[in-house]
């Protein structure tokens, strides 16, 4: 190992990150050899190529850090302005991720999301090339995958196509596993799974930025499991419009006003209460917009559901916290009622965290439930 790479795993075990069983996998896939020379250093810092600082470049290669890898995603020689096309996520939280896995040997794993193909080859170093089937939708970034695996030595199958599908040629999998975040988890990766089987994704929407989920796969053709973590969209993360206020909030709309004593310290900032939220209105986006001056403690909080063109304004002001916020609603759907009614009905179950919910992924519908797999807090079709 280079001194470098030798640091990092070292560093990873003694953290408590890596286990034992990926020990070697991540002492024989140096991480350096599936980053292209432009990267996005320090933690999504400024780009860091390595034609022109390699000392900086090598830091970045091996920091425990995600760094957003510019393969394809630039113009020209990838100096050029353009965004990442990928990312590489921080060997800790890869890691992690992998032995919440608890695959061994003779088992097959589908990966959704080759990347830059850093996990398939610690998956194909563990478990072989045969039993590693990799799908990525990008197909220049498939490619570039595929000639970096073969230059670490690694051969799995990595397949350009939508993830979404999984890969009906080469199962039934025991384990699939991916690496983007996904809103619905896909039937076909449960179809795809033998029974006994799990499926490990992150699982997001518009309001909450995901969780990880660990989904065991039935005998009559549903999944089902709990939260064990925030989530990791490693790969692309969901671009909404850049102008999305602008878009959807016009100063000509009419628009009803309430008041409400509501701060947005729960149901916005707080990661569990934001989650509670988001899966009762998962199509729904929130922004805030503080004022100019730093020094003004004023600011607004947009709900916008772009479906159906609706939105709410949530003016905080602290002179008014005792008197209510005004909210503005505009559109079919009363989204700050939404948000309240939600809101409430966490508080109720007495604000619990995220990893005591869990999923239910059925040929029709999912479910999100709490504690138990027969008290459904939300569902769709």
Known sequence: MIPAHRRLVARLAVDGDLSPAWRGAFEAV???LFLPDVIDGDGGGLPVDRRDDETRWWEAAYADLPV???VGGGVGDGRGPGHPVTASPAPSGLARVLDLLQVSPGMRVLEIGTGTGYGAALLSHRLGDDAVTSVEIDFALAESARVSLMAAGFAPLVVSGDGKYGWAARAPFDRVF???AVRRVPYAWVAQTQPGG???TTWANSFHEGVLVDLEV??????RGPVVGGGHAWVRPAQ???SLVDTYVRADAEFSVTRTRLGPEEPIRDPHGSFAVGVRMPTVVHRTRFAEDPADPRYTVYLIDPHTWSWASWHIDPEFKEEGYEVRQHGPRRLFHELEAAHELWVEAGRPERTRFGLTVAFDHQLVWLDD???VFASSR
């Open 218 to 223: 039935g005998a009559y053709g549903t999944a």
């Open 30 to 32: 140096p991480r350096h």
């Open 178 to 180: 991916s690496c983007v």
């Open 68 to 70: 957003a890898a510019r």
């Open 373 to 375: 797999p027969h008290a």
């Open 240 to 242: 909404d419009p850049l």
């Open 198 to 200: 799990r499926v490990l």
